[in-house]
């Protein structure tokens, strides 16, 4: 794997860390568990910018590694 890859996989790794901690976030401010449900936890619009990394990540891990 080419040394410039590495950005691309600390990207999707940064981003999955980044999306556990904001999903452990939105858990706490859920106050019912009406609002507790997994179809609202993954919609919500603070997870789209880690979304948004991971895609990237992966899209500059698959180009810079050569294949």
Same mark, same amino acid.
């Given at each position: 794997m080419?040394?410039?890859a590495f950005i691309g996989a600390a990207m999707v790794i940064g981003g999955l860390i980044g =999306?556990?901690?904001e999903m452990k *976030?939105?858990?706490e401010s859920a106050r019912t568990d009406e609002q507790l449900?997994? =179809?609202n936890i993954f919609a919500d *619009?603070?997870?789209f910018k880690w979304y948004a990394i991971i895609a990237a990540g992966f899209v500059l891990w698959y180009a810079l590694s050569g294949n």
């Open positions: 080419e040394p410039a =999306q556990g901690f *976030k939105i858990r449900s997994s =179809q *619009k603070r997870n």
